[in-house]
């Protein structure tokens, strides 16, 4: 009788049952790679001891750092000593190699290097310390952990990596446009930037796609607009003499060579990640303004890893070597969306080591988004100037 009431009582109340454990762990380690979110990720660890076992699996992560302290470094005698040795036209011999000299031998200021990522977490301190209530290897303290160094120590099989840094490091005047896009083995391999002194945006935010395809197709086309300030210049495509005047050349060194260190910094924070991980193909170092980012692929992590990056002697920096440049300039250029970007200027930069290479201008376009690679793309259509610069 008894053993008939258990089983009558097993029939009406049965034993819960948990779904999740009829998930299979490669459908959950999809979801996890979905969420990349570290912190995230850190919160799924709490739930049970299957997911503290599979988060460490987790090949797609992505870190958000809240903070970032910078060093109070000396200057960098080794940035001032960046003089431009030579600078001409494809076209013809232009004032702008005497001033670049000029420029650089007085302008540049100590450009503190960032030192070291710090992620707040007073927020998150009660839910790590609730983790002593799983068991297991994995160290649940990762979510507070200061150093995305230490945040990753945990993860095991890392492909791809993505760490946004609050904002950007260049520190620049509302309605000022500066982009960059650099991309590093060991050292620099290439570089992209894009500036304009500001940016005016059409009043008439919405227009038709025939009206947006219709403009581009005439800025594209049509090399003697008006431009400048009042429209009192032609644009014959060169820069304009007022170009050397009026500081256009100088804030344009200013910008080129503030992306370069910030570049080099931050690819120089990267060596102990990409040692440790050595699963990675991808890895991206960003920023929540969108100014700058720091690309690296599978063959130049592994060329990091067997041949050392050379450090900057007065800053915690990568070693920026000789470079060629290429400028290309606009004083007035209209997008197709009706945004105008006033003194547009686009840099492309190689190492004056690497072998000459035919430039299709794709890979420069490719550097930014929209609409910043239409800006790109229409500038690669004007005069190119040729500059050269000393490592630093």
């Known amino acids: 009788m008894e053993s008939f009431r258990s089983d009558l009582r097993g029939r009406i109340y049965p034993e819960p049952v948990d779904h999740f454990d009829r998930i299979p762990d490669s459908v959950l380690l999809l979801v996890f790679n979905n969420i990349g979110d570290v912190k995230a990720l850190g919160r799924c660890c709490l739930v049970s001891k299957r997911f503290n076992s599979l988060v460490p699996l987790v090949d797609s992560v992505i870190v958000r750092v809240d903070c970032v302290i910078s060093d109070d470094d000396s200057s960098s005698p080794s940035a001032s000593n960046a003089v431009t040795s030579a600078v001409t036209s494809d076209k013809s011999r232009h004032p702008i190699s005497s001033l670049f000299r000029l420029v650089f031998s007085g302008l ?31 160290d649940h303290t990762f979510v507070t952990h200061h150093s995305p160094t230490q945040v990753l120590k945990n993860f095991n099989e890392i492909k791809f990596l993505r760490i946004e840094l609050p904002s950007g490091e260049l520190g620049i005047d509302d309605g000022v446009l500066l982009k960059w896009r650099a991309d590093f083995g060991s050292t620099l391999d290439n570089c992209v930037i894009l500036g304009a002194s500001s940016v005016i945006h059409s009043n008439n935010s919405v227009r038709t796609e025939d009206e947006q395809c219709r403009n581009g197709w005439e800025n594209e086309n049509n090399n003697d607009n008006n431009v400048g300030e009042g429209n009192v210049e032609t644009d014959n495509g060169s820069i304009p003499e007022s170009f050397y005047t009026n500081g256009g050349l100088k804030l344009r060194v200013v910008w080129t060579i503030s992306s370069l260190i910030a570049a080099s910094a931050r690819h120089y924070l990267l060596q102990p990640i990409i040692a440790e991980h050595k699963t990675l193909d ?3 170092l960003t920023d929540g303004d969108g100014q700058g980012v720091l690309c690296m692929n599978r063959e130049q992590l592994e060329e990091l890893r067997v041949k050392p990056l050379s450090a900057s002697l007065a800053s915690k ?3 920026v070597p000789a470079l060629n440049m290429r400028l290309w300039y606009a004083p007035h250029l209209e997008l197709p969306n009706g945004a105008v970007l006033k003194g547009a200027t686009l840099v492309a930069i190689r190492p004056c080591e690497q072998p000459p290479k035919k430039e299709d201008g794709n890979w420069v376009a490719a550097a930014f988004e929209e609409p910043y690679g239409t800006a790109a793309r229409m500038l690669l259509k004007r005069r190119t100037y040729c500059l050269e610069m000393n490592s630093f």
Request: proline letters at 3%.
């Open 282 to 284: 991808s890895l991206v």
């Open 108 to 138: 540049l200021k100590p450009f503190q290097s960032i030192s070291q990522f710090i992620s707040v977490s007073s927020r998150h301190a009660g839910a790590s310390a609730s983790a002593d209530d799983v068991d297991g290897d994995f």
């Open 317 to 319: 920096r990568t070693l």
